[in-house]
């Protein structure tokens, strides 16, 4: 039998690396995984997927293989060589993103900097990779896309004055986690044969975040790999850990 096929940008460190390793040792906590996978491990150079390959093999069960692919969202060149390049795919996993500039300065220049500089990532890249793989995850007989979302991106969380983040008032990267909401739900009806899932791995220690966060890494990634493997998983969901569902 073929291998599970998945691609995971951004996969040379924090959350997408936790994740292949996850997902390459048959973590034992997750369910459902398949009888082998082949991981696309995706970053933006081939120093830094040669290395992360290198760094996840010796995690690979008996069977498990993986191969380091360049993807740089904000290119649309990268995107058209990369969806050239993948002949198979069942799972594409849309974790890589950037925070952007949190200070937030409200001059109109400043302003529309960041929101360019994060939804040329986080919303544009990501929708544009996705359409370049579909017609590929199309052809699986279990195709998924797992976007990488965050409990930030919940316009009901947002105005919920008892929600532990209620005080977090940042506009542009909670924002474009909402868009990328939006862009889960609407191509959900655009590729109903293909199931979409938004998830938010909770607030994590990684580089992201200066390692702020106050869960590991480990724990952020199970709720992702849970998203990518839950037999469960509906499409046109937004789930936290153990498949959870968050309000949109
Ligand atoms: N950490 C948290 O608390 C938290 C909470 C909710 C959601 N999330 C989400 O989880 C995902 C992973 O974040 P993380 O915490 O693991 O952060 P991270 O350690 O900073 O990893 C982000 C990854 O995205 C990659 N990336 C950045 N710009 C890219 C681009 N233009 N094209 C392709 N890849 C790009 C980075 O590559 P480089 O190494 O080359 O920069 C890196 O591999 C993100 O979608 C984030 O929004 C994180």
Same mark, same amino acid.
């Given at each position: 039998?073929?291998?599970?096929?998945?691609? &995971?940008?951004?996969?040379?460190?924090?959350?997408?690396?936790?994740?292949?390793?996850?997902?390459?040792?048959?973590?034992?906590?997750?369910?459902?995984?398949?009888?082998?996978?082949?991981?696309?491990?995706?970053? =933006?150079?081939?120093?830094?997927?040669?290395?992360?390959?290198?760094?996840?093999?010796?995690?690979?069960? /008996?069977?498990?293989?993986? /191969?380091?692919? &360049?993807?740089?969202?904000? *290119?649309?060149?990268?995107?058209?060589?990369?969806?050239?390049?993948?002949?198979?795919?069942?799972?594409?996993?849309?974790?890589?993103?950037?925070?952007?500039?949190?200070?937030?300065?409200? *001059?109109?220049?400043?302003? =529309? +900097?960041?929101?360019?500089? !994060?939804?040329?990532?986080?919303?544009?890249?990501?929708?544009?990779?996705?359409?370049?793989?579909?017609?590929? &995850?199309? +052809?699986?007989?279990?195709?998924?896309?797992?976007?990488?979302?965050?409990?930030?991106?919940?316009?009901?969380?947002?105005?919920?004055?008892?929600?532990?983040?209620?005080?977090?008032?940042?506009? #542009?990267?909670?924002?474009?986690?909402?868009?990328?909401?939006?862009?889960?739900?609407?191509?959900?009806?655009?590729?109903?044969? !293909?199931?979409?899932?938004?998830?938010?791995?909770?607030?994590? *220690?990684?580089?992201?975040?200066?390692?702020?966060?106050?869960?590991? #890494?480990? #724990?952020?990634?199970?709720?992702?790999?849970?998203? !990518?493997?839950?037999?469960?998983? +509906?499409?046109?969901?937004? #789930?936290?850990?153990?498949? !959870?569902?968050?309000?949109?």
């Amino acid at each position: 039998m073929s291998a599970t096929h998945i691609l &995971i940008t951004g996969a040379n460190q924090g959350l997408g690396h936790t994740v292949a390793q996850q997902l390459l040792a048959r973590e034992a906590t997750l369910p459902n995984h398949p009888p082998s996978v082949h991981i696309y491990v995706g970053a =933006r150079s081939q120093e830094k997927a040669d290395k992360a390959c290198s760094d996840l093999k010796k995690y690979a069960a /008996e069977g498990n293989t993986l /191969e380091p692919v &360049i993807i740089d969202l904000a *290119s649309d060149a990268s995107i058209e060589a990369l969806g050239n390049k993948i002949e198979k795919l069942d799972i594409l996993i849309n974790n890589g993103a950037i925070l952007g500039d949190m200070q937030e300065s409200t *001059s109109p220049a400043a302003v =529309r +900097k960041n929101f360019a500089n !994060v939804y040329e990532t986080n919303v544009f890249g990501t929708a544009a990779l996705t359409y370049a793989l579909i017609e590929t &995850i199309r +052809k699986s007989k279990e195709p998924r896309v797992v976007n990488v979302s965050s409990g930030l991106g919940s316009i009901q969380n947002q105005l919920d004055p008892n929600w532990a983040f209620h005080g977090m008032t940042a506009l #542009v990267y909670p924002s474009s986690k909402t868009a990328l909401n939006g862009v889960t739900a609407i191509m959900s009806k655009q590729y109903p044969d !293909v199931k979409f899932v938004a998830v938010d791995p909770g607030y994590t *220690s990684t580089a992201f975040n200066g390692h702020s966060g106050h869960q590991p #890494v480990e #724990v952020g990634a199970h709720a992702i790999s849970h998203a !990518v493997l839950d037999p469960k998983a +509906k499409t046109a969901s937004y #789930v936290e850990k153990e498949g !959870v569902v968050l309000p949109w």
